[in-house]
C-alpha cells in the first residue's frame, strides 16, 4: 500500500508541476504580447483564474501525503497485532516445554521406582515430578487463556484497521470533492472569457490575399 501511495504522490508531483510550467511565465508573456490588445487584456484575465486554478490544484495534491500519514496509522495497530501474536506462541511453546518436561520427570520416578521406591533420589525425583505438574498445568492454562484472549483482540484489531482505512478514504475524497467543487466557477469564468476573444485578423494575410488574386488574374503572355 505504502509503495503505491508513493507512486501516487510522485505523479501528483510531478502533474502539478507540468502545470506551473504550463501556466508560468511562458503564458504572461504571450498574453501581453499579443498585438490586439482586446485579446490581450482577455488572455491575461483568464491567466489570474489560471493561477487561482494552481492554487487549488496545489491543495488537492496535498490532499495524497495527508492520505499517506493517516493510513500511516496502521503501523502500531499492526506492530501491536504482531506482538500479541507473538506473545500467544510464547505461551505455547512454554505449554509445550512443560508438557515434555512433565513426560521426562514421569519417566525419571516411574525408573527410580523400579530399582529402590524408598530412597533419597527417587523421592527427589518425585518431588520434581509434582512440581513439574504443576508448571505444565499452569502454562497450560496460560497458553489457552492467551489464545482465547487472542480471539477477541484479533477481532478489535481488524475493527479498528477497518476504522483508520475508513476514516482515511472519508477525508480523502472529501477533500478532493471540495477541490473539484471550489474549481469549478474559475472553469465557468475561464470558460466565458474565452468566448469573448475576438476574431484573429491579420492584415497581412488580406494583403496576401489580394496579391495572389490580382496575380491569378494577370494576362499571361
Known sequence: MDAALEQ????????????????????????RKQMNESIAEILLKIDEQLK????????????????RSDLMKLRPLYDDMRA???????????????AQATEKAEKKVELLKIKNPSSPDCQKAQDE????????????TAAEEREA????ETKEYKKQVFQVILQALAQFASAKQSSSAAMSPFGEEISELAGT???YTDQSIEVLEKQVEELRNEPVD
Open 149 to 152: 484472549l487472542l480471539v477477541t
Open 84 to 98: 500479541k501474536k507473538k506473545n500467544t506462541e510464547a505461551a505455547k511453546e512454554r505449554a509445550k516445554k512443560a
Open 129 to 140: 515430578y509434582d512440581r513439574a505438574i504443576k508448571q505444565k498445568q499452569a502454562d497450560a
Open 52 to 67: 487561482s486554478v494552481q492554487e487549488k490544484a496545489k491543495e488537492s495534491s496535498d490532499s495524497v501525503p495527508k492520505l
Open 197 to 199: 476573444i475576438p476574431p
Open 8 to 31: 501516487n504522490l510522485q505523479a501528483t508531483v510531478k502533474k502539478v508541476s507540468h502545470f506551473q510550467q504550463a501556466q508560468g511565465s511562458s503564458y504572461g508573456d504571450f498574453a
